[in-house]
């Protein structure tokens, strides 16, 4: 018998977080995963999946993953039995609590799995009495606040909905790298006659195939928006029936336009002004669908930046219709779920929150309690938290650092205990994203895990019951994942069906808001945000730039004329492959031509680009097109490969308190002499 003839198909789904949450079919040989495909039956999907999703076979099968718990004794890890590791953290755990309460613990995490049973962690630190928690999100988190406070969630249009589109604006989603069945999406309706524009400081791939690339100053979205706006009311082309049955505050929004000069605006936005009345038509000329991507809200300005977008939106007449949309996020898939159940939110009795942003700074000056143990799970933050030189100082300060991981990660190294965990393969569960589509993906464990990696819930189940509160986890996958699921029964979505047909639709709103009922204290569109008053900030919708600019710190300008973007890198999420990609891996600046020019630069001469923050080195690539004095250094990169770049990166917090400031940087840069 042929090989061939051992090997099978088995269906399962993408962990990554990613937009696109995609259904795989993975053929498995000999107890092992030995390709990863698309799945051709899976909606979205449609037998496409993208080079990072293939690469999961890789990470599963690498001689570089962890297979024992390790305990680092005088600066060297030594492998210890998972019977001593767990001892020995529940004992930390268990002193802890008793000498300086439970939020001496932080736990530190980000999304790294989208697996529902993920949540579990929330449950075991509740159940020991509730920890330091992180709030906000270095990923979305200004945009997400904008949209609750404009519509009162943060919702999408199906994708299916892109048909009806006359007019798309790609507004920074660099789509065809992060976002791929949107990207093909794109193309269908190009083909259909929808007109594409793209507004990106880069030249991304999208923008290659969109009618027209509009380039932008970093930052400057919000202001661009508000040009448009002026010229739909100077042209009379807005939605006057929506405005005045639907929405609150307008006439706040008349005056902050009347605040600025279409002239100025282009000044500051670098867009011309023919550009932007060309753009006021086009919003005007429904139904046009906007998706915005989350690059331009890690501003300092982020939350009015979207809210900016979002007012354009609504009085072009664009919310709620067929085609139309705000497109940033659809929480309606999360909020399907039974949440407060699993992670059982009322054994909580402690509670204390750090910034996400700013979890480092906090780590550091955090008294009654001070921060006795970190625990790290779906998270690297030593490469993607801002400001690495804090961070490491930080979690090099305290006691206990554990951390539960695939790989020897920046983090890791750091670690007085590293946990070795399962992949996707290696354990069930089911896969979602809020992020874009509404679909939810079965993955069955296909193959056993290499040397003794268990999965966080193990884990989770391990330590609960060597601290007294066993019976919070003494139940069966099965029962987890139908715990779940229990809202959704009434739509006919069991566990069942789930596993027999692998991918099941959510009962989602398929055009959000076409009701006009919107989810805000007045019912209706908020351009002036009483929930913003509520919070104790500022409700109204500002013209706000970069913290980090011209405009803001003259000073800090002169010394550091270039903005840094730091985007997702291609070929991996975030720091996820770059050790499997791999050892010679050169570290590269992308610069604006225009720079390139000043320094009389070429592509590979070797720079150094640096702030008050650090410094990182590389080799010069030229980008076309790219707006003047814009840098991009993909973000994920390890310390061994020239990382991380959030060396660069500052950890503030946007206007709205939740989102990060990571591209809100100015730098400057140098030709360093190689000879
Ligand atoms: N290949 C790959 N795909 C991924 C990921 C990955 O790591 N790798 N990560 C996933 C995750 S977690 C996320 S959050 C998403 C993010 O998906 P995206 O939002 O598409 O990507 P980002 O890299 O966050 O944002 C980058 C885009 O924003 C643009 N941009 C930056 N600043 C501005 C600005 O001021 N104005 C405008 N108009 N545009 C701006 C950049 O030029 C770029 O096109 O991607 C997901 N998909
Ligand atoms: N400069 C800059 N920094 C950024 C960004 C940027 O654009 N620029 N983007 C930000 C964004 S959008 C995001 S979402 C964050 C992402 O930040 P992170 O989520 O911290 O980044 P990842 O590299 O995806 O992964 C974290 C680690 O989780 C591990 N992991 C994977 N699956 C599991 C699992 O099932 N269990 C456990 N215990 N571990 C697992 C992986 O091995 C990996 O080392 O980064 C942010 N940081
Ligand atoms: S990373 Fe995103 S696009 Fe790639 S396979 Fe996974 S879900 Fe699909
Ligand atoms: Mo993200």
């Known amino acids: 018998m042929g090989a061939e003839n051992l090997a099978e198909i088995r269906k399962t789904a993408c962990p990554l977080n990613c937009w696109d949450s995609c259904g795989f079919k993975v053929t498995v040989e000999d107890g092992k995963v030995i390709r990863v495909e698309g799945d051709e039956t899976h909606p979205i999907t449609r037998g496409k999946i993208c080079g990072r999703g293939r690469m999961l076979e890789k990470r599963a099968n690498s001689k570089q993953r962890l297979l024992h718990p390790l305990k680092k004794i005088n600066g060297e890890f030594i492998q210890i039995s998972w019977e001593q590791a767990l001892d020995e ?43 330091t928690q992180v709030y906000g999100s270095l990923c979305w988190g200004a945009g997400i606040e904008a949209q609750k406070w404009d519509f009162g969630n943060a919702y999408s249009h199906v994708p299916d909905d892109l048909i009806n589109s006359k007019n798309v604006i790609i507004w920074g989603r660099n789509v065809a790298r992060t976002n791929m069945h949107l990207f093909e999406r794109l193309l269908e309706a190009k083909r259909q006659g929808a007109a594409i524009y793209v507004i990106d400081p880069l030249y991304n791939p999208i923008a290659k195939h969109a009618d027209e690339f509009i380039t932008v100053k970093p930052g400057m979205d919000g202001i661009l928006a508000a040009g448009i706006m002026k010229e739909i009311l100077r042209l009379g082309l807005e939605d006057r029936e929506f405005i005045e049955h639907s929405t609150h505050g307008f006439k706040d929004l008349v005056n902050l336009l009347e605040g600025i000069s279409l002239e100025k605006v282009s000044e500051m936005t670098e867009v011309s002004c023919e550009t932007i ?22 501003y300092k300005n982020g939350g009015n930046t979207i809210r900016l977008i979002d007012a354009l939106v609504a009085i072009s007449g664009n919310v709620g219709i067929p085609g139309g949309g705000a497109n940033y996020a659809n929480l309606q898939v999360g ?19 750090f910034s996400m942003m700013k979890q480092a700074e906090e780590i550091l000056t955090a008294v009654n309690p001070t921060i006795q143990m970190i625990v790290v799970t779906c998270g690297n933050p030593l490469t993607q938290v801002p400001d690495t030189n804090i961070v490491k100082k930080a979690f090099s300060s305290v006691p206990t650092v554990v951390v539960l991981e695939q790989f020897m990660t920046d983090t890791a190294l750091l670690a007085d205990y590293v946990l070795p965990i399962t992949t996707v393969f290696e354990e069930e569960d089911f896969y979602y994203s809020s992020m874009y589509h509404h679909y939810i993906n079965y993955g069955p464990k296909l193959v056993d895990a290499p040397g003794e990696a268990q999965s966080d819930l193990w884990v989770w189940t391990q330590l609960a019951e060597r601290l007294g509160f066993g019976e919070d986890f003494a139940f069966t996958r099965d029962e987890w994942l139908k715990m779940t699921l229990k809202p959704l029964k009434g739509a006919g979505i069991t566990l069942e069906k789930l596993k027999d047909q692998h991918t099941l639709e959510l009962p989602v709103d398929k055009v959000p808001w076409s009701d006009h009922k919107f989810q805000t204290p007045t019912g209706k569109f908020e351009f002036t945000s009483l929930l913003g008053q509520i919070k104790g900030l500022n409700g ?32 991996s999420n975030h720091s996820q492959n770059y050790h499997l990609l791999g050892e010679h891996l050169k570290l590269k600046i992308e610069i604006a031509p225009n720079i390139a020019e000043e320094h009389g630069l070429s592509n590979g001469d070797y720079v150094r680009v640096w702030n008050d923050r650090g410094e990182v080195k590389g080799h010069i690539s030229i980008l076309v097109k790219a707006h003047p004095n814009t840098i991009n250094i993909d973000e994920g990169i390890w310390k061994r490969f020239g990382g991380s770049v959030n060396q660069l990166t500052p ?20 030709k360093i002499k190689t000879n």
């Open 277 to 298: 009345t060309q753009l006021a038509y086009v919003y005007s000329s429904k139904p046009t669908a906007t998706y915005m991507g989350l690059g331009m809200q890690r």
């Open 651 to 670: 950890s503030g917090e946007s206007d709205n308190g939740l989102g990060s400031t990571l591209y809100d940087c100015l730098v400057n840069l140098e």
């Open 335 to 353: 909020q399907s779920f039974a949440f407060a159940e699993l992670t059982n939110a009322d054994r909580k009795r402690e509670n204390r929150q």
């Open 89 to 131: 953290i529940a004992e930390r755990f268990r002193e802890i609590k008793e000498k300086y309460g439970s939020t001496a613990v932080l736990h530190s995490h980000d999304y790294a799995n989208n697996g529902i049973l993920k949540n579990l962690d929330q449950r075991f630190f509740n159940g020991y009495g509730g920890v």
């Open 540 to 571: 109204s919708l500002t013209l706000a730039v970069p913290d980090e600019s011209k405009w803001n710190n003259p000073s800090l300008f002169k010394e550091y004329p270039y903005q840094l973007l730091t985007i997702h890198p291609l070929r």
